[in-house]
């Protein structure tokens, strides 16, 4: 939306239109509830993003209901396309109809024993109070369903005016809806990232107070409100709010740490706010829509500052391989969050080469690499080499404006120098001239270690002088192996 003043009724009417684009299903789903004598609530996200005017035709439409899940099972298998009920102990029936996809809750009036995240599951008799125990206001509206599609809507917790306001607030006291599910605060900062909404004072209070009850909630499900904060449109606000609140400190403390590292070239207040910067260039040079293992990389990238820092005796700062350890910590990182092994390699690689370029000229843009250095550096980042590149350039956040020019256009070189290279080798798939079975069959010798040693040497002629000739390599392969006598 844009900074023009909206009304409420806009608002109501551009949700409508919203809607409207899903008017034959939300029918079909009213109608089927209206003849089974139960009532149907359109809620949660699916309103809130109807409003804001982020419903996409693949957003999945969450709804609420007084039907009890083994009586919606009876009445739903005939329309539905599929049928999933494996959140049934919690309500929860999962519908299929074309190509939405649909879940449908009974209504909930939950109690937690503040001690898990998990609820003691009690169904609700009304709407008001199933809303009320949501999170958000923002999140605590809804629109019933009939035969003839959206109705009315409810609003019973102030949700409107809190879009209104672009401000979360919790539909009970912030302590008590904390406590009963303490993601909720994760929560607060995905939505910062998401929506561009500030937090209420009260809950600022409550996440400053009760950040370390985030201890109980489990890592896959942190992992999930990470990637979702980070793939927001504004990652930083999400990820300053965290680690302004504490939050951060239990989920992802070297973040936070970074605020104790002066960088060495003294352009910021710290290395937490040039890392923050860096993610929001990167998220700018993205070109395919959001990219997670990029933001990933860019913001821990110099995670390995703080361990590595030394003050040296002109005065300045040091971090000397901090890019070595920053991965290795990484690495640490994204496994205790049990993220996968691809992301896992991906993310700390990229930490590991991100600094790589720094040697490819002096501060006057001479002394640059050879075509050795320059093939050592596409085949090192493989796959990742768009997004090293991407990663490099967003590293870029010197206030010197002629610096600032002088690294970007070494960066054009380099990358012109890669574009030139790859036009007359396949840099891409940097391979020695003689593959396992031509080495056996050249030196007469069975599969075994001395193969992959020969292997390796040959690779590493490829890397230094580019592609030889089969004869070259024959003959370089016979000089290697000769020497060893």
Same mark, same amino acid.
């Given at each position: 939306m844009s900074d023009a003043v909206v009304t409420d009724a806009e608002l109501l009417a551009g949700a409508l239109v919203s809607l409207n684009h899903r008017a034959e299903v939300l029918r079909g789903l009213g109608a089927v509830f209206a003849? %089974?004598?139960?009532?149907?609530?359109?809620?949660?996200? +699916?309103?809130?993003?109807a409003l804001l005017g982020r419903l996409t035709?693949? +957003? &999945?439409?969450?709804? =609420?209901?007084d039907a009890r899940p083994e009586e919606m099972l009876k009445f739903l298998r005939?329309? %539905? &396309? %599929?049928?999933w009920d494996t959140g049934i102990d919690f309500g929860t029936v999962g519908i299929g109809k074309g190509e939405h996809r649909l879940e449908i809750t009974t209504f909930r009036a939950d109690s937690y024993d503040q001690v898990s995240r998990n609820p003691t599951v009690e169904f609700g008799d009304n709407l008001d109070d199933d809303l009320v125990r949501r999170d958000f206001t923002a999140n605590a509206m809804a629109v019933r369903i009939t035969a003839d599609g959206p109705a009315e809507f409810h609003d019973p917790l102030g949700g409107l005016a809190a879009i209104q306001a672009k401000v979360l607030d919790t539909p009970s006291a912030p302590q008590v809806s904390f406590g009963d599910d303490p993601l909720r605060m994760l929560r607060a900062a995905r939505f910062v990232s998401q929506l561009g909404f500030g937090v209420a004072p009260r809950v600022l209070e409550a996440l400053l107070e009760m950040a370390p009850q985030l201890e109980r909630i489990t890592v896959e499900r942190v992992a999930a409100e990470l990637d979702k904060l980070l793939l927001g449109k504004d990652p930083v606000a999400g990820v300053d709010l965290m680690v302004q609140t504490g939050l951060g400190d239990v989920v992802l403390p070297e973040v936070g740490e970074m605020r104790m590292a002066i960088d060495e070239h003294h352009q910021h207040k710290d290395v937490y706010w040039h890392s923050l910067t860096v993610l929001r260039q990167a998220v700018d040079l993205e070109d395919e829509g959001p990219d997670l293992v990029l933001r990933w990389a860019a913001l821990l990238h110099d995670i390995g500052k703080p361990a590595t820092r030394k003050h040296e005796s002109d005065g300045g700062v +040091?971090?000397?391989?901090?890019?070595v350890v920053g991965a290795k910590m990484t690495r640490k990182r994204m496994r205790a969050l049990k993220y996968s092994k691809q992301m896992v390699d991906d993310v700390s690689q990229l930490v590991y080469l991100h600094l790589r370029f720094h040697g490819y000229a002096d501060d006057k843009g001479t002394g640059k690499w050879t075509d050795s250095a320059v093939r050592r550096y596409v085949t090192d980042a493989g796959p990742l080499l768009g997004r090293l590149h991407k990663?490099?350039? %967003? &590293?870029? =956040? =010197?206030?010197?404006k002629r610096r600032a020019a002088r690294l970007q256009a070494n960066y054009d070189d380099l990358e012109n120098r890669i574009t030139e290279l790859a036009a007359k080798e396949d840099l891409q798939r940097v391979r020695p001239d003689l593959d396992g079975n031509e080495i056996m069959e050249i030196l007469g010798i069975p599969a075994g270690p001395q193969i992959g040693e020969a292997w390796r040497y040959l690779k590493e002629l490829r890397l230094d002088h580019g592609?030889? +000739?089969?004869?070259q390599a024959i003959d370089e392969l016979l000089?290697?192996?000769n020497a060893r006598g």
């Amino acid at each position: 939306m844009s900074d023009a003043v909206v009304t409420d009724a806009e608002l109501l009417a551009g949700a409508l239109v919203s809607l409207n684009h899903r008017a034959e299903v939300l029918r079909g789903l009213g109608a089927v509830f209206a003849a %089974a004598g139960h009532e149907l609530y359109l809620v949660g996200g +699916s309103v809130r993003d109807a409003l804001l005017g982020r419903l996409t035709e693949h +957003s &999945d439409l969450d709804f =609420t209901t007084d039907a009890r899940p083994e009586e919606m099972l009876k009445f739903l298998r005939p329309w %539905a &396309d %599929a049928l999933w009920d494996t959140g049934i102990d919690f309500g929860t029936v999962g519908i299929g109809k074309g190509e939405h996809r649909l879940e449908i809750t009974t209504f909930r009036a939950d109690s937690y024993d503040q001690v898990s995240r998990n609820p003691t599951v009690e169904f609700g008799d009304n709407l008001d109070d199933d809303l009320v125990r949501r999170d958000f206001t923002a999140n605590a509206m809804a629109v019933r369903i009939t035969a003839d599609g959206p109705a009315e809507f409810h609003d019973p917790l102030g949700g409107l005016a809190a879009i209104q306001a672009k401000v979360l607030d919790t539909p009970s006291a912030p302590q008590v809806s904390f406590g009963d599910d303490p993601l909720r605060m994760l929560r607060a900062a995905r939505f910062v990232s998401q929506l561009g909404f500030g937090v209420a004072p009260r809950v600022l209070e409550a996440l400053l107070e009760m950040a370390p009850q985030l201890e109980r909630i489990t890592v896959e499900r942190v992992a999930a409100e990470l990637d979702k904060l980070l793939l927001g449109k504004d990652p930083v606000a999400g990820v300053d709010l965290m680690v302004q609140t504490g939050l951060g400190d239990v989920v992802l403390p070297e973040v936070g740490e970074m605020r104790m590292a002066i960088d060495e070239h003294h352009q910021h207040k710290d290395v937490y706010w040039h890392s923050l910067t860096v993610l929001r260039q990167a998220v700018d040079l993205e070109d395919e829509g959001p990219d997670l293992v990029l933001r990933w990389a860019a913001l821990l990238h110099d995670i390995g500052k703080p361990a590595t820092r030394k003050h040296e005796s002109d005065g300045g700062v +040091s971090f000397h391989h901090h890019e070595v350890v920053g991965a290795k910590m990484t690495r640490k990182r994204m496994r205790a969050l049990k993220y996968s092994k691809q992301m896992v390699d991906d993310v700390s690689q990229l930490v590991y080469l991100h600094l790589r370029f720094h040697g490819y000229a002096d501060d006057k843009g001479t002394g640059k690499w050879t075509d050795s250095a320059v093939r050592r550096y596409v085949t090192d980042a493989g796959p990742l080499l768009g997004r090293l590149h991407k990663l490099v350039r %967003a &590293d870029c =956040t =010197t206030r010197n404006k002629r610096r600032a020019a002088r690294l970007q256009a070494n960066y054009d070189d380099l990358e012109n120098r890669i574009t030139e290279l790859a036009a007359k080798e396949d840099l891409q798939r940097v391979r020695p001239d003689l593959d396992g079975n031509e080495i056996m069959e050249i030196l007469g010798i069975p599969a075994g270690p001395q193969i992959g040693e020969a292997w390796r040497y040959l690779k590493e002629l490829r890397l230094d002088h580019g592609p030889l +000739s089969r004869e070259q390599a024959i003959d370089e392969l016979l000089k290697w192996w000769n020497a060893r006598g």
